[in-house]
Every structure is written in C-alpha cells, then in structure tokens.
C-alpha cells in the first residue's frame, strides 16, 4: 500500500491519460473491455483530468531534471512495482470495478531498455496471461530500442513519448542529460509503425492491431520562457508530422528551489492551460491555423477571453455573419456556437430560415453569439459595437471563478 501511494502521487504531475480513440472488444469470455469513448476519468479541483489507477513503476531515475519531482537529487521516498505487483494491482481494482485501465509510467531505472521491457512485460502479462481487454496507456522511455517499442504497441492501446519542454534549448537548459532528438526519434518510429499496421489491417482483418488509440505527448509550460505562440507551433507540428492523437499541456507546479525555475509559491498557470487546450481544440477541429491565433504582434493567448472570441474580435470585418448563407467553417467560428450547434445550424436552416429564437432553443450561447450574427431588427444593432465594447459587455455577463487570475503572463525571470 506504501509503494501505491508513493508511485500514484509521483504520477500525479503526468496529465496525458486521456483513452480517447481506442476501442477493443471483450473476447474469449476475457475481463473487460476498451470503448472509444475511454475509460472513466477523473478532474481535480484545478481541472487537471487523471485516470483512476495511474500509478510510475518506479521513481527511481538516472536522470536530474529541473522540472521533475522524480529527479534523483530530489530527496523523496523511492520506491518500484515489480511487474506483477503491477500486473496484480491492475486486474483487482479492476474486478472490483475501481478502475477500466491502466496508466503506466516510469522514471528510468538503469537505463531505457531495463526500464521499457518491464513496462512491455506488465503489458504483455494482463494482455496475455489474463486476458485483460480493457484500455492500457503506456509511456515509452526515449531511447529504448526499437523492437521494445513495436512490442509495447502490440499490447497497448496507445503509446506516448513525453517531448517535456517545449523547445530544444529548454530542455538543454533544465535536462541537459537528456537529447531532444531521443524524443523525436521514437515519435518518428511510432507513427510508420502505427501507419503501416493500419494499412495491413485495411487489407487484412486478422492482423495484429498496433497501438490503436495513436500516440500522445506531453510539455511542461511556465516552467520556461516560451510564447504560447512557440508552444503552439511546436503542438501544431507534432499534429502535422507525427500524425500525434493529443498534445497535452502541463502547467508547471514550482517544486524545488531552482535558479533555473520559477520560485517555490509561484501560481500554477492553470489559466494559460486552459487557453492552451481551448486553442488546440480550435487548431483541430475549427480550421485554425496557428498564426491566426497567436503572431508576433501578440505571441500570447488573452487569459481573459477564450481564443475563438480574441480571434473573432481582432477580425470584426468578417462579421456579422448571416447563418442562413454561411459556410459551416463561418459558422463554427462565431463565438458561442460550437462544432456540433454549427452543424445543427446547417441541418435546420434547410428547412426554415433560422431567427435568433431558433437558436436559443438549440441551446447557443446566444448572449455571446449575438454580436457576430446577421439577423433581423432590433438585433442587428449589435454590429455597431467596437471591439472593445463588445469584450466589456461579454465579460461583465461572465462570473469565471479564476477571474482573479485574469492579468498578464507571469513573470518567470
């Protein structure tokens, strides 16, 4: 019980757990299952979402990185699973319906190969000895070989390499043991095996699935200087060349005192998080691009308003915007109206034309909307406000419980 609750609070700080994507049907009279639309999670009060066994296999580490609780000159308790402690623990919380999958991670304990093969093992035990079928998201060590990591795609439902900072200098700066390129490297590989597997599927049923649900990564922001322009740009690259499922972003919780790092009692950017993701969203499902979002001119995201409504108010010359006429890519960049209400819009204007009232009851954030929309009178006055009028009137409806957040980016240096 000792090691769980040293080995769970050490993963605590690893937030790329989502099972999104994956789907894997029990068979064989096996234990469990995997659906597409994951495994249960959890969101702590600060919104960060954990899955409900998410555990390191060991906190042992080689390495010393800055930003890391698990650092090996951080004076903590150590502790390790061994394979079927993991392997045990996994299948009874199951059973007694505590958990639907498993989280692995790991600090590295001799080296990246010691450390992957007993990850691969654990896998490979609930997958094989116990017919385990429900979802099992595991983290590759950088560095591990290459036939360790086709194995591990063999047994989980998806594979993730944490890029950690956002760029190259940061992580020379705060993990100089470490290489950039021993992160991209295994990315490269992943996404032509995950590739190549899915072709051979599309012609042949039977063969092996190869970690279905893709791979993930994560980064650690605030911790370093980086623009959430930069931030971004290095997510949009990942979405672009590694064919990457999800980008997660890590606020960075000051945990030691570092000349490197911000100080001890510095606020997580919880904030800027959030922006983060909600930009994300917009790059993925929206049609932005990144440069619309964030430039030089403003390499920042607004911690008051969300992306989508910055972007719309820098741009009012693109509204307002008649829903009746519009193309789906317009309407799903009004603010208020959001990807599945602006296909609804779509599907019910081919029947009536479409009055605010109609929205409302499509549940659209009308209050938001309003600004931006073509409709008829007295509501088309609302094209007369400016930007800024629009931002005052918008924010004095909302009652955000981080508005005392709501400043600057914070200082780091």
């Not at 299952?33 to 600060?46: L, N, V």
């Not at 690259?237 to 990457?244: D, K, S």
Request: aromatic fraction near 10%; hydrophobic fraction near 40%; charge should be positive.
């Amino acid at each position: 019980m000792e090691k769980l609750e040293i080995l769970a609070d050490a993963a605590k700080y690893d937030v790329s757990c989502s099972s999104s994507g994956s789907k894997r049907n029990n068979k064989d009279k096996g234990l469990g299952d995997s659906k597409g639309y994951g495994i249960c999670h959890a969101f702590t009060e600060d919104g960060r979402c954990v899955s409900l066994l998410k555990i390191l296999l060991t906190n042992h580490c080689i390495f010393d990185c800055a930003y890391c609780v698990s650092r090996k000159s951080n004076h903590v308790k150590r502790a390790a699973f061994t394979v079927e402690e993991v392997v045990d623990v996994t299948i009874n919380f199951y059973r007694r319906n505590y958990i639907e999958g498993l989280f692995l991670s790991s600090g590295i304990f001799d080296s990246p190969d010691y450390t992957m093969e007993r990850l691969v093992r654990i896998a490979k035990k609930l997958r094989i000895d116990h017919n385990f079928n429900g979802y099992i998201h595991l983290k590759a060590i950088p560095g591990a070989s290459d036939e360790l990591m086709k194995e591990a795609g063999l047994y989980a439902d998806r594979l993730s390499v944490n890029v950690e900072m956002p760029t190259e200098q940061s992580l020379k700066l705060l993990a100089p043991e470490k290489k950039h390129i021993d992160v991209i490297k295994p990315m490269e590989y992943l996404k032509k095996e995950i590739i190549g597997y899915r072709e051979e599927k599309s012609l042949n049923k039977k063969a092996p699935v190869f970690a279905p649900a893709g791979q993930s990564t994560q980064m650690v922001i605030g911790a370093t200087k980086e623009t959430d322009m930069e931030i971004l740009g290095m997510a949009d690259y990942f979405y672009q060349q590694m064919n990457m499922k999800r980008v997660y972003y890590s606020g960075y919780v000051p945990i030691s005192n570092d000349g490197r790092l911000p100080m001890i009692g510095t606020p997580v950017p919880i904030i800027r998080e959030n922006r983060l993701y909600q930009a994300d969203w917009l790059i993925r499902f929206y049609g932005f691009k990144v440069n619309e979002i964030v430039g030089f001119d403003q390499p920042h995201l607004d911690l008051d308003i969300d992306p989508k409504l910055g972007w719309a108010l820098r741009n009012l010359d693109q509204f307002p915007v008649d829903i009746n006429t519009a193309t789906l890519e317009m309407i799903k960049r009004i603010p208020g109206i959001g990807h599945q209400n602006a296909k609804k819009i779509v599907a019910a204007r081919k029947f009536n034309r479409l009055l605010p009232e109609h929205l409302q009851k499509m549940g659209i954030a009308y209050n938001r909307a309003k600004y931006f929309l073509a409709v008829p009178h007295p509501f088309s006055i609302q094209k007369d406000f400016t930007s800024v009028q629009i931002k005052h009137q918008i924010l004095s409806l909302q009652n955000s419980k981080y508005k005392s957040d709501f400043s600057s980016q914070l200082a780091l240096f």
